[in-house]
């Protein structure tokens, strides 16, 4: 995971931004990958997947409970990589696994240790809870305080036994999972909007014996859905007349192997599009990226604030809809972000505020009670910071409201605490780049997890890094 000790950094933009770079493979792709993968029988192939802390940790998950998976590195020539090799480069990398079928994961010999990662958490904990076997689970610090209790509610209904670290708020690491087989199928209403818990539900009903339910009120990301149908897994999704998504899996499934081509992360394409839209005279493509509708929302949002956003080249790869996304330095106005978007960029919204503190007028963001329960309590900190550096920030319960400089360059000059939270560190990088003087980020080091080479991209489009 990533180093202990801190790696502080300021990030500065002598001139426009320009020039064309792809980020790393799509997170919440990547973990499902593997994790699929591990349960077909016989070999899948995954390209173009992310090689950052959060997504090997789920690797490492996978090849404790039986997995074999070996990474060839692209840059030798198909030659094997070892797990804990260097993750700044080798999206390129083709990844072969072979798995051990549905039902038959194996007792990890030890804790499967989870670093920062809440999705890799919860989603193993949906995959362990059907199977007979029992594995403990841990994570760093900032892991160790997110509430596990909303994924536990659901699997515990389905027989699996949790006991989590006593005392902690919400269910929360170090905690114990002893699976189940057979598990027993529900129905199951999301108390709250979370792609985490309703795929943990499906990934438990995978071995479940018959139809494993789930009702979404609100959509959140699909890509368990449309990946669990690629690997064979008998998956329906109907429309209730309250409006609400009922995805329906059978149990007891027979995946087949596949070939997986892992598309670009909007949530990291977030960082350089919404840079490129602050630096004057920027003009920056990033190639090849996911545009899944249940993701994409921040693009739409910041097309409403006025920015120039291109998609270019659009295709579809692996079911998935993609593009190459064209930014041009733009004026932004501010806007009341609509309540209905949440769900499809709660993730960007930290980026979004930064674009929000240069924007024209007031931004009103509203319903991101989620934010609280991140890796941090991104409403707060990110309040916190953009103070620091001259934002004029309100806090509220759910949100903030931010009234923006109209474009001009913020003061700056103060020093970030990024709380272990990888997109808080990239998110003032980028508000550095508009910044009198320097902001610097406390801990750079977190960023592996999601965006690894993160400050090479940067450097790559015109930013500099001290």
Do not use: C
Request: glycine share 12%; no cysteine.
């Amino acid at each position: 995971m990533h180093a202990s000790s801190p790696r502080p950094a300021s990030f500065s933009a002598p001139g426009p931004l320009r020039g064309s770079i792809a980020v790393p493979g799509d997170k919440s792709i990547s973990h499902r990958a593997l994790m699929l993968s591990a349960l077909a029988i016989g070999e899948s192939r995954v390209e173009g997947l992310l090689t950052g802390e959060d997504v090997l940790a789920t690797a490492a998950a996978m090849r404790a409970m039986g997995a074999h998976i070996v990474r060839e590195s692209a840059a030798t020539g198909g030659g094997g990589r070892a797990m804990g090799a260097s993750i700044e480069r080798g999206d390129d990398d083709v990844w072969r696994i072979h798995g051990v079928g549905v039902g038959g994961l194996l007792q990890p010999e030890g804790a499967l240790e989870m670093g920062n990662s809440g999705t890799s958490t919860r989603l193993l904990m949906g995959l362990v809870a059907s199977h007979a076997i029992t594995a403990t689970f841990t994570g760093d610090a900032s892991l160790s305080k997110r509430p596990m209790n909303r994924v536990i509610e659901p699997l515990s209904l389905m027989g699996a036994d949790v006991t989590a670290t006593p005392g902690g708020k919400g269910g929360t690491l170090p905690l114990m999972l002893r699976g189940i087989s057979p598990a027993v199928p529900i129905d199951y209403r999301l108390p709250v909007a979370s792609a985490q818990v309703k795929s943990a539900v499906l990934l438990a009903g995978l071995n479940t014996p018959g139809i494993t339910r789930v009702i979404e009120p609100v959509a959140t990301r699909d890509h368990s859905e449309r990946m669990l149908r690629g690997f064979g897994a008998e998956l329906e999704v109907e429309q209730a007349a309250d409006g609400a998504r009922i995805i329906s899996i059978r149990g007891e499934a027979e995946l087949r192997p596949q070939h997986i081509v892992v598309p670009g992360d909007p949530s990291s394409a977030a960082f350089p599009a919404v840079a490129a839209l602050l630096v004057p005279g920027s003009a920056v493509t990033i190639a090849n990226v996911g545009l899944n509708p249940t993701r994409a929302a921040l693009f739409d949002v910041l097309r409403m604030m006025g920015g120039d956003i291109e998609f270019a080249n659009p295709r579809e790869v692996g079911g998935e809809p993609v593009a190459d996304i064209v930014v041009r330095h733009s004026t932004l106005k501010g806007i009341e972000t609509p309540v209905e978007t949440v769900a499809s960029m709660v993730d960007e919204y930290p980026i979004l505020f930064v674009a929000a503190a240069l924007a024209e007028g007031r931004t009103v963001a509203r319903g991101l009670e989620e934010l609280r329960v991140k890796e941090s309590d991104r409403i707060a900190v990110m309040a916190e910071g953009l103070r620091a550096i001259g934002a004029r920030v309100e806090e509220l319960e759910d949100g903030l409201i931010i009234d923006g400089t109209g474009g001009d360059p913020l003061p700056g000059g103060a020093t970030i605490a990024a709380r272990l939270d990888h997109r808080i560190a990239m998110s003032f990088a980028v508000a550095g780049l508009v910044s009198k003087a320097a902001v610097t980020i406390d801990d750079m080091g977190p960023v592996a997890t999601s965006f690894p080479g993160f400050t090479r991209l940067m450097g790559e489009l015109g930013a500099v890094a001290a």
